[in-house]
T-cell receptor, first 113, second 112 residues
Framework: QKEVEQDPGPLSVPEGAIVSLNCTYS??????FMWYRQYSRKGPELLMY????GNKEDGRFTAQVDKSSKYISLFIRDSQPSDSATYLC?????????????FGTGTRLQVTL | DGGITQSPKYLFRKEGQNVTLSCEQN?????MYWYRQDPGQGLRLIYY???????QKGDIAEGYSVSREKKESFPLTVTSAQKNPTAFYLC???????????FGPGTRLTVL
């Protein structure tokens, strides 16, 4: 079983829709989770990171971790065509001096006009 | 401008040749990383370095080598021993104790 699993999509939604992107993880000991956004042929950029359980909100983005079900979610409100990208979830094994990330495969999102 | 640069953006090599990918950062980060990205497989960690003159293997280090002689530079060599070298290679860096990794723009390597 992969450490972090993610539906590759593609996911197509109309502009203004609420988008839900999800990942599952295998080890309940994982505590740090991140969402990265990657535009085509570019490097990923960090959107949000969360520690343990609960929600974290930043503008139109909300990250949620449910430890009981080992589920990570990213919600995008009022989606825009500029949100069209691949979204990668990751878990972080922080060694104290370095951050080792294990990524899901990424979900490709297309927001249409 | 602060950031991470990778060069070249596109690289073509013949099978059996070693090739070195460049990664430079001026963010004063201690830790640097190399990932490989293939379609449908996400990013996989090749090597990482926490400090100068020290580096550790990641999940798929076979067929790759690195060096960390300077804080700002972490070149990756793809050797002829790497069975499937064609991929998108991403370099990243982070502060030692901070979780955020900053990524470069990537190098797309094609082996003919």
């Amino acid at each position: 079983q992969k450490e972090v699993e993610q539906d590759p999509g593609p996911l197509s939604v109309p502009e203004g829709a609420i988008v839900s992107l999800n990942c599952t993880y295998s080890n309940s000991a994982f505590q740090y989770f991140m969402w990265y956004r990657q535009y085509s042929r570019k490097g990923p950029e960090l959107l949000m990171y969360t520690y343990s359980s609960g929600n974290k909100e930043d503008g139109r983005f909300t990250a949620q971790v449910d430890k009981s079900s080992k589920y990570i979610s990213l919600f995008i409100r009022d989606s825009q065509p500029s949100d069209s990208a691949t979204y990668l979830c990751a878990r972080d094994e922080n060694t104290g001096t370095a951050s080792k990330l294990t990524f899901g495969t990424g979900t490709r999102l297309q927001v249409t006009l | 401008d602060g950031g991470i640069t990778q060069s070249p953006k596109y690289l073509f090599r013949k099978e059996g040749q070693n090739v070195t990918l460049s990664c430079e950062q001026n963010l004063n980060h201690d830790a640097m990383y190399w990932y490989r990205q293939d379609p449908g497989q996400g990013l996989r960690l090749i090597y990482y370095s926490q400090i100068v003159n020290d580096f550790q293997k990641g999940d798929i280090a076979e067929g790759y080598s690195v060096s960390r002689e300077k804080k700002e530079s972490f070149p990756l060599t793809v050797t002829s021993a790497q069975k499937n070298p064609t991929a998108f290679y991403l370099c990243a860096s982070s502060w030692g104790l901070d979780n955020e990794q900053f990524f470069g723009p990537g190098t797309r390597l094609t082996v003919l």
